[in-house]
């Protein structure tokens, strides 16, 4: 198994994380204490996947306030409020951010009649309570989804919801991870996931890396798959779900549920239960973060690849209606729309 994607430094209080932006090719470590720096790097997806983004803003905030001078204690817990919010504008869609703030944030609110070195103290506690619980939660979410598969099972996948979006095991790929480790043996078709390629850049190394036959496709073949019968599931993470099992991932997972409804292929989404928001009503309340132009027309290319006057429209997640999804993997159980 690869080794953890985000992760405290304890004797120097620092998040640890694999910059994802520098992978295939480069596995390079970045080690953070700055506020600003922990915000860039979650904005910029060197930190990436919605559990990966809740630990290390956790982590991240924790570094952070370790450095406070405030003697006062009035003033470490405003600078603590306002660095929280910085952090929580990083990235708007999944829903792991806020949540693993808001643990931290109760904590020092907890213990705000301690002293200021106490309340650092219980924060580092709570950050790595959030590190420990992913990965026993993603594990459980993996014991859960390999009960729907079987030895041998071709599963698709879209975006990368593995080792590298969370602490180790992943969500959506956890239950390959964890039937690996029972000697079960998988085809995987990854989608490349335009246009940041998150599949084609982290899903196939980290499958190829641990060992698991993974066979890279263009998004736009996936129908053409399901069609020929070639895929027996279709397991994808989330970022946010909505009270009514509407579920917000990756731009391109709604026309992969479309599609697999078409062909009668299961389509399930795998995420911890933190994941389901239930004050968003529908998939309509969840806020679809939009990014920069240049990540369509340039970043993967050597050279602009569209007219200039092009106009691009970037959304980074969809919204896939409850109906389409088959049922959700959680670390509670295996829960269809209508029961989460
Ligand atoms: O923009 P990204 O790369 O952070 O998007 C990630 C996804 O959409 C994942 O599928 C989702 O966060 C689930 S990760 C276990």
């Known amino acids: 198994m690869i080794n953890d994607t985000v992760w405290m430094d304890t004797e120097n209080d620092l998040l640890c994380c694999i910059d994802q932006t520098r992978l295939p090719n480069e ?22 996947g919605a559990p990966a983004i809740g630990v290390a803003a956790a ?33 708007p869609t999944a829903v792991n951010l806020s949540w693993a703030l808001e643990r931290m944030l109760s904590v020092a609110d907890k213990n705000k009649g301690k002293s200021t070195e106490k309340i650092k103290a219980a924060l580092k506690t709570e950050a790595l309570n959030i590190y420990n619980e992913d990965i026993e939660v993603c ?31 992943g969500t959506a790929l956890a239950p390959i991870y964890v039937g690996l480790e029972k000697g079960y043996s998988f085809k995987v078709f990854a989608d490349e996931t335009r246009p940041l390629l ?12 641990n060992g698991i036959d993974t066979t890279l496709i263009c ?7 399901m069609q020929k019968g070639m895929v027996d599931a279709v397991l994808v993470g989330c970022d946010r779900v909505a009270a009514n099992g509407d579920a917000a991932n990756k731009i391109g997972t709604l026309g992969v549920a479309l599609i697999a409804r078409a062909f009668s292929v299961p389509f399930y989404v795998c995420a911890p239960y933190s994941t389901i928001d239930f004050s968003c009503r529908s998939g309509e309340d969840i806020v679809i973060e939009q990014r920069d132009a240049e990540e369509v027309t340039e970043l993967h290319f050597n050279a602009r690849m569209t007219h200039r006057d092009a106009k691009v429209y ?11 999804i088959t049922a959700f993997i959680t670390e509670k159980g295996v829960f269809a729309p209508n029961l989460i």
């Open 27 to 48: 596995r390079v470590t970045l080690e953070l204490h700055e506020a600003r720096d922990i915000y860039t790097a979650i904005k910029r997806l060197a930190v990436r």
């Open 59 to 91: 982590i991240g905030l924790y570094a952070a306030c370790s450095r406070f001078e405030d003697k006062e204690k009035k003033g470490f817990l405003y600078s603590l409020q306002k660095t929280a919010e910085l952090l929580n504008s990083s990235r």
């Open 139 to 169: 594990y459980k979410i993996g014991v859960n989804g390999l009960a729907l598969l079987r030895d041998g099972s071709r599963i698709l996948t879209h975006c990368n919801a593995g080792a590298l979006a969370a602490v180790r095991y």
């Open 198 to 209: 998150q599949g084609a850049r982290l899903t196939a190394y980290e499958l190829c890396e």
């Open 219 to 225: 998004d736009n073949m996936a129908a053409s798959l």
């Open 314 to 324: 970037n959304p980074a997640f969809d919204v896939t209606p409850a109906e389409l």
